[in-house]
């Protein structure tokens, strides 16, 4: 139960005029006494808040920085009617900073008998699941001077998935790789080993590609037509180690690479292949392999959705030995880490081997961007040191990803804004080349 505002006013104004012609337990009794009296009616005459009966529907799962709604349904079961405002509370990071108060807050006025249903709005700001907290109503007499409260637990649970903000690269991407595969106007040609058709010699093609078979049985000469292979095994594996913890601008660089791994898986099921996704530090923490075409994107967006990085250093070997594990077959395995000299050196370089001779390896690390501009101050002397800190901190990038080329690893290197279509591109130069 909860006194009202409204009963403390007029318990104050009552005071007023017993202090000043009737100060004493008579002229207190005389203004408390019909006030306790209304605050007891209209106590009574509120509506239980206990035999509600409540229930949820609406969205389950959101991009992040998308709005789901959830929507909550009240039964009013009693014979008064229910004038209450309710507290649907969520976790603070279901809404975006300040916004709470506003969104988590109704008034419900519901006849006796009858049901309603109240709209809250998340706009949640964090990846993960989010769990509805407990529904405090508080309901009013028809006075507003005396109210019922309780709290009701109406279990409701939201996945917020990573945004996929790189999908707009995804047409310009699927273009070329049409091209790649012959499916346009201009066949591509020279490129890709898996022969696809015959076609009239033109001044310019490659001799190399001419059949000579066919071009026996025509009068025409024929040149043989190849387009990028299908049905080849990626692996896309996430370092969910320290390293990823780090922000790079707005986010930190796990949800840049998560970013990148989708714009990559995306194209990579419309080019037939078949992609799989591992996610270890120490241990396994996210596997999804198996998955058709169609299901492979969903089924990435909610696995990723829960990941967050751990605050442990990564383990190469227990890593490289669950790749090799769940890659079987030749395929190639994109590794997102970072290019620091150290997790590099005595991490991964020992167990590269192990990786490279059995597949194509292609590392994607995440930038900063804060170095390309510290490398350009100048003005006074923190400014320089500033530059010439960047300046070796992007050397020692260099040179490790030096190494990790010399091993047969191709490297790709880029701020989280260009990351995934960099990557893409990569991809595609492999494709087209054969190496997959």
């Given at each position: 139960m909860a006194l009202t505002g409204r009963a403390t006013l007029l318990a104050a104004l009552g005071s007023l005029p017993v202090g000043i012609w009737e100060p004493g337990w008579t002229g207190i009794l005389a203004v408390n006494a019909p006030l306790a009296v209304a605050c007891?009616?209209?106590?009574?005459?509120?509506?239980?808040?206990?035999?509600?009966?409540?229930?949820?529907?609406?969205?389950?799962?959101?991009?992040?920085?998308?709005?789901?709604d959830v929507t909550l349904t009240l039964t009013?079961?009693?014979?008064?009617?229910?004038?209450?405002?309710?507290?649907d509370a969520w976790p603070p990071s279901s809404w975006q900073p300040g916004t709470e108060g506003t969104a988590s807050r109704h008034r419900l006025s519901v006849p006796a008998g009858e049901r309603r249903r109240i709209t809250t709005r998340l706009r949640p700001t964090r990846r993960g699941d989010r769990q509805a907290d407990r529904v405090t109503i508080r309901s009013y007499g028809p006075l507003g001077l005396f109210a019922r409260q309780g709290t009701h637990q109406v279990p409701w649970t939201v996945r917020v998935l990573p945004p996929f903000t790189s999908?707009?690269?995804?047409?310009?991407?699927?273009?070329?790789?049409?091209?790649l595969d012959g499916r346009t106007s201009v066949l591509t040609r020279g490129e890709g080993t898996e022969f696809d058709?015959?076609?009239?010699?033109?001044?310019?093609?490659?001799?190399?590609?001419?059949?000579?078979?066919?071009?026996?049985?025509?009068?025409?000469?024929?040149?043989?037509?190849?387009?990028?292979?299908?049905?080849?095994h990626i692996l896309l594996v996430l370092d969910t180690?320290?390293?990823s913890a780090g922000r790079v601008g707005d986010i930190p660089r796990l949800d840049a690479s998560?970013?990148?791994?989708?714009?990559?898986?995306?194209?990579?099921?419309?080019?037939?292949d078949r992609v799989a996704l591992l996610a270890h530090d120490r241990r396994l923490r996210a596997l999804v392999q198996g998955r058709s075409a169609g299901d492979v994107l969903p089924s990435l967006v909610n696995a990723m959705a829960t990941l967050e990085p751990?605050?442990?250093?990564?383990?190469?070997?227990?890593?490289?030995?669950?790749?090799?594990?769940?890659?079987?077959?030749?395929?190639?395995?994109?590794?997102?880490?970072?290019?620091?000299?150290?997790?590099?050196?005595?991490?991964?370089?020992?167990?590269?081997?192990?990786?490279?001779?059995?597949?194509?390896?292609?590392?994607?690390?995440?930038?900063?961007?804060?170095?390309?501009?510290?490398?350009?101050?100048?003005?006074n002397a923190d400014a320089v040191y500033e530059a010439a800190a960047a300046a070796q901190a992007q050397t020692e990038r260099d040179r490790t990803a030096e190494q990790l080329r010399?091993?047969?690893?191709?490297?790709?290197?880029?701020?989280?804004?260009?990351?995934?279509?960099?990557?893409?591109?990569?991809?595609?130069a492999l494709k087209a080349a054969g190496r997959l």
């Open positions: 007891a009616c209209d106590f009574a005459l509120a509506a239980p808040v206990r035999r509600l009966g409540l229930s949820r529907s609406g969205d389950t799962s959101v991009r992040l920085d998308d709005s789901a009013n079961t009693s014979r008064r009617p229910l004038r209450a405002r309710i507290r999908r707009k690269h995804l047409p310009s991407k699927l273009a070329r790789l049409r091209e058709s015959l076609r009239e010699y033109v001044p310019g093609d490659d001799t190399r590609s001419i059949d000579w078979r066919a071009t026996a049985r025509q009068s025409a000469v024929a040149v043989r037509t190849w387009r990028p292979e299908r049905d080849r180690g320290r390293t998560m970013d990148a791994a989708l714009l990559l898986a995306a194209l990579a099921s419309r080019a037939g751990e605050l442990v250093e990564t383990d190469a070997r227990s890593l490289t030995a669950t790749a090799l594990r769940t890659a079987p077959r030749r395929s190639l395995i994109v590794l997102f880490t970072t290019l620091d000299a150290a997790p590099i050196e005595e991490g991964l370089l020992p167990v590269l081997a192990r990786l490279t001779q059995r597949h194509t390896v292609l590392l994607a690390s995440v930038a900063d961007p804060h170095l390309a501009q510290m490398s350009k101050a100048r003005g010399r091993h047969g690893v191709t490297v790709v290197d880029a701020t989280p804004d260009s990351l995934a279509p960099a990557l893409a591109d990569a991809y595609l």
